[in-house]
């Protein structure tokens, strides 16, 4: 079980990246975590669900938001957080599912896509890949987020 504490830095932990050292194109190191019913259980919770969560095929699922708590640690692995980051848009799309019966091993890698700055603020926009253990993928994300000057 690997809570999403366990594989993202923190503020503070480590000096902040700031926005000019963003690399568009940079990837992402992938890591692995996994997924355990105790998570979906405690995810389900949180988000106020049933516990029991959704079935696919005669199988108990998680909800497939539940990676959404591990997208920042995509980022935060090669550039650490700074105070002040704002999340400003996610978009998932989701392939595949994850039990809430038995661990699932997810590897996660990505890819910074683009910075810009827009009325003031800069952003960052990166994606993330979420995939199993044979590579099966099972989510594509892109973050938009917005850091301090």
Do not use: C
Request: charged share 30%; no cysteine.
């Amino acid at each position: 079980m690997t809570r999403p504490a366990d594989v993202k830095p923190r503020e503070g932990e480590r000096p902040g990246t700031r926005w000019e050292e963003f690399e568009v194109g940079a990837q992402l190191p992938s890591f692995d975590f996994t997924i355990s019913p105790e998570i979906v259980a405690e995810y389900h919770r949180a988000i106020e669900q049933e516990p029991a969560g959704y079935s696919l095929d005669g199988r108990k699922v998680s909800i497939p938001s539940v990676l959404s708590v591990y997208l920042m640690a995509v980022l935060y692995r090669r550039y650490p957080p700074m105070q002040g980051g704002i999340m400003a848009g996610n978009k998932f799309r989701y392939y595949g599912a994850i039990s809430a019966e038995n661990d699932t091993t997810v590897v996660a890698s990505g890819e910074i896509l683009e910075k810009f700055e827009k009325r003031g603020r800069r952003y960052v926009r990166y994606s993330a890949r979420f995939a199993r253990l044979d590579g099966k993928l099972i989510a594509e994300a892109e973050n938009i987020s917005t850091f301090p000057n």
